[in-house]
């Protein structure tokens, strides 16, 4: 019964870092909406596509369905606010006019954002997204800017020019030209809400996976932790360890996610804000396990834009909230000791106290 749930985990996992070209390579295997219920009505999931990624809902007890529909509306709810794709989207709005006054849970994300910018030194930058388009990850049409142009639009970041007024939600950009991309934390506030409506609904065990990012509320069905397996980014078969975990999110940021090769050079879709290139930081996934899904997406990719050494003081810091795990481009594995017990790998492994 163990292996099987790990087997499902996963595979929602690898399934996950697909694109949505892959989607309709692999259509006839993706049932986008469905719902399916337990005989006994006592649990519910629905696999679905949002945010440009595969996304899973699994929950059990009396109101299952209810609260398994009532999570995927959330999550498309706050597709339509933030989407950069998506005209009508505060976010779109915000973009193209410079300003605009958002709602609770866009304000939610962008004052955390902008928090965690002061928090990370700046690792994590919303008003990175010139860069991200420039090197064509919002398209699919990739290329390498030229300097010159990296320059320039490095001139447009920076989460300190962007006015965000507490009392009234509205937001400024100083800058002509900024623009912002919450899709570093979108995610883990979305699966960290999830567990909001499942309390609400008086749910017994969970689990959603928005686009390999796991959270997890209480135990399995049966009283035991969840497995979760976290990829290894240089195979789509295999993983680095698995975690076992109760209410908690684990989140992953790997290169792996969205990347091209260019010139024998693979250029990945996290950025370091304090150069414009795709962060170089010697970590090749960073894996966050944290109560506070919001928090753990946040980290997972500013921690790899840090590096091992800075992901380390930080983490120092900050022990009380979250584990970690690290890979390294030499194959080698970082953990905390909080989770030493509870992952599982053959890899060489480095326990941090
Ligand atoms: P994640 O997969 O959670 O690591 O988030 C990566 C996404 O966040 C990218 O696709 C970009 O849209 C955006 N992003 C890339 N680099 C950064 C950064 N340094 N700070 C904030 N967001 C970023
Ligand atoms: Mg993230």
Known sequence: MKKRLLVIVLA???????SRQDLTESSSTSEDNQIQISEDGMSATRD?????????????????????????????????????????????????????????????????SLELNISTNEAFDITIYPIVKAWGFTTGEYQVPKQEQITELLQKVGSDQLQFNIDDNSVTFQQVGMEIDLGGIAKGYASTKIMDIFRQYGITSGIVNLGGNVQVYGTKSNGKEWNVAVQYPKSTTDYLGVLKVADKAV????????????DGK????????????????????????????????????????????????????????????????????????????????????????
């Not at 929602?12 to 697909?18: G, K, S």
């Not at 370091?272 to 960073?286: E, F, M, Q, R």
């Open 251 to 262: 989140i992953t940021s790997g290169g792996y996610e969205r990347y091209f090769e260019k």
């Open 266 to 353: 693979i250029y990945w879709h996290i950025m370091d804000p304090s150069t414009g290139y795709p962060a170089d930081s010697g970590l090749v996934s960073v894996t966050i396990i944290s109560s506070d899904g919001t928090y753990a997406d946040v980290l997972s990719t500013a921690l790899f834009v840090m590096g091992k050494e800075k992901a380390i003081e930080y983490w120092g810091e900050h022990k009380e909230e979250f584990d970690m795990v690290l890979l390294d481009e030499e194959d080698k594995l970082i953990m905390t000791g909080g989770i030493a017990d509870d992952f599982s790998t053959d890899l060489e492994c480095q326990i941090i106290e």
């Open 12 to 18: 929602c996992i690898m399934f996950a870092a697909c």
């Open 48 to 112: 679905f596509f949002a945010m440009d990624t595969y996304m899973t809902v699994t929950a059990y007890g009396d109101n299952a369905e209810q609260a398994v529909d009532e999570s995927v509306d959330f999550v498309i709810t706050i597709e339509n606010l933030i989407s950069t794709n998506i005209d009508t989207s505060e976010v779109a709005v915000l973009n193209k006019s410079g300003e605009n006054t958002v709602s609770e849970d866009t304000a939610y994300l962008i004052e955390r």
